[in-house]
């Protein structure tokens, strides 16, 4: 164990990108698989994994997500270098206001398209405000542990770890229905 645990420091240390976008697009992908297990067990009329779903959150995670994170937090540490907590409390309010409002438009978007929906915009507009608002609560506390006590080198992984529950809060709301306006006319 101790063997693995080295071989993957040095790979986090020796190649970032590659460990960074492995390791969050499994725990993505991960966290979806988990959430079908879920509703397997609460849903008998759910036999089976919805393999094609599984496979666009691996789109999503380790094409969109992993890359993006890993070069935003590059430029945050350049921009606003330090550890203090109100660095950290920055970093964590601009992280939520740029990244993770652009990554949920990145991930209701592209999940439509992949989806082949004629309106990639629909679920977006029905779903942001209040997953935006969920991510305010979750995102901004972990983001303010992780600027302040991860090192730059693991702060993906961090992410990661806090994606898998947060993921399944997504998945929660991807599988939701919100009436929109023209449902309420």
Not at 138 to 158: D, G
Request: charged content about 15%; proline content about 5%; hydrophobic content about 50%.
């Amino acid at each position: 164990m101790q063997n693995i645990v080295g071989r993957a420091r040095t790979l986090f240390k020796s190649r970032p990108l590659l460990a960074n976008v492995v390791s969050f697009g499994s725990m993505y992908v991960g966290a979806e698989v988990v959430q079908q297990t879920i509703l397997q067990k609460l849903d008998p009329s759910v036999r089976n994994y919805d393999w094609p779903l599984v496979g666009r959150y691996a789109v999503v995670g380790t094409g969109i997500y992993a890359p993006a994170l890993f070069y935003w937090y590059r430029y945050l540490d350049r921009v606003l270098p330090g550890k203090l907590i109100a660095v950290a409390v920055r970093k964590a309010v601009i992280d939520q206001v740029f990244a993770s409002s652009t990554l949920l438009v990145a991930f209701y978007t592209a999940m439509s398209a992949m989806e082949g929906k004629e309106d990639i915009f629909a679920e977006l507009k029905a779903k942001f405000v209040p997953t935006y608002k969920l991510s305010c609560c979750f995102w901004i506390p972990a983001q303010c542990f992780n600027f302040f006590l991860v090192p730059p080198h693991l702060r993906v992984v961090t992410v990661g770890i806090c994606s898998f529950a947060w993921v399944n809060i997504l998945c929660v709301m991807k599988r939701m229905t919100i009436k929109t306006q023209k449902e309420d006319a």
